[in-house]
């Protein structure tokens, strides 16, 4: 089967099943729903998934790219790590589904969310003869190689491009790590006798707080291969931004033999988030001019404990020129003023750079395609 067929087949087996599972739920007095406010089924465990998928098909150019099925002609019948298009062709058709104004809720059974291996790479030098040019020498041989490996257009959304730097102090060894992400774990840092007195407990933590404790200078504990030097200092920067920028925050931990939750409250900026304090110094993205602003977009909160909890999603739609916000809890959804957007259990945060283009809406998006059929 090429992969044109196994895409389209996996396609209408997946809109034949929410087809029928919409004609055997549907009540007789359902209403047609607004585009973008379609739950999705909890299989029992895949509430995770489901917030996960909210968030993704309310992010710009992602839900671009699945309801025009424009990833289709993309498709590469002869990479064994791949599906084959199973996965494409079952996510286009909960996307159209889901911008559909049709269907109060979709059942995602039908796949699971994979992502492609990351592609990183080693440079070495001479601390005194590095220079900004070597590493953008560097930066360039690596991205050369990264077309080859984990190119796509989807991955071009959410790319993050990360830059570690560590030197010997003694013999200057240098070495240079050019290293691809989807998302930034970030853990949550400890702010030192910082107390709330009207509930004496810790006052949320910042985000900005977390970020600068990831991206702060640090030592690393290792050999020196040319002179056996312990404790290198090391450095981490972004050397490329993305468009859609997701952290994670490290709520989950193995500590003494089994996983524990860290449920301390996390506040954060909804509007302009900056990056630019991240980004190296030799960054082409500094002469190009890329903004380094975002705007959320999208909120995956977790209640609960490590052995037992639920998942649930706080996401602007991608239909509204407002600030509409909804709260979707599987099946169920609500809209959310806009002072209840946040929550300090956010597990998992969604950011799009504020001049990301969004000319077209959901809607547009189906209409083109039909203009095309």
Request: hydrophobic content about 35%; aromatic content about 12%.
């Amino acid at each position: 089967m090429s992969s044109a067929s196994r895409f389209d087949a996996y396609y209408e087996d997946c809109i034949n099943e929410i087809e029928e599972l919409y004609d055997r739920d549907r009540g007789t007095g359902d209403e047609e729903m607004e585009t973008g406010m379609t739950g999705l089924i909890n299989q029992g465990y895949s509430c995770y998934v489901n917030c996960v998928l909210q968030s993704l098909l309310n992010t710009p150019k992602f839900a671009f790219l699945y309801i025009l099925k424009a990833l289709k002609p993309y498709i590469n019948p002869n990479n064994t790590r791949g599906t084959k298009g199973a996965l494409t062709g079952s996510l286009s058709a909960v996307a159209d589904c889901f911008w559909s104004t049709r269907y109060k809720s979709v059942d995602t059974k039908e796949f699971l969310v994979t992502w492609p291996v990351n592609f990183a790479q080693d440079y070495s030098g001479n601390a005194i003869t590095i220079t900004s040019e070597t590493i953008a020498r560097y930066a360039n041989d690596y991205f050369t190689k990264q077309k080859k490996y984990s190119s796509s257009m989807v991955n071009d959304i959410f790319r993050i491009v990360l830059c570690t730097s560590t030197s010997c102090p003694i013999c200057l060894l240098t070495r240079i790590n050019f290293e691809e992400l989807i998302n930034l774990s970030v853990s949550l840092a400890v702010e030192d006798g910082k107390t709330d007195d009207r509930k004496h407990e810790p006052p949320p933590i910042n985000l900005i707080t977390c970020l600068n404790k990831h991206f702060e200078p640090s030592t690393m504990e290792r050999s020196c291969p040319k002179c056996g030097k312990q404790d290198f200092p090391r450095s981490l920067y972004f050397w490329r931004l993305p468009e859609v920028l997701i952290l994670h925050i490290k709520r989950f931990n193995f500590v003494a033999g089994e996983t524990v939750k860290d449920s301390r409250e996390i506040d954060f900026p909804v509007d302009d988030l900056d990056m630019k304090r991240y980004l190296h110094p030799a960054s082409p993205d500094h002469s190009k001019g890329i903004i380094t602003l975002y705007s959320l977009y999208a909120i995956v909160a977790h209640t609960g404990t490590a052995n037992t909890g639920h998942y649930t999603a706080r996401v602007k739609n991608l239909d509204r020129s407002t600030d509409f916000w909804q709260l979707f809890d599987d099946l169920d959804r609500r809209e959310l003023k806009y002072r209840d957007v946040k929550t300090s259990a956010a597990y998992m945060l969604y950011y799009a750079r504020n001049a990301m283009d969004k000319a077209m809406s959901p809607e547009q998006m189906n209409g083109e395609k039909k203009q095309n059929a």
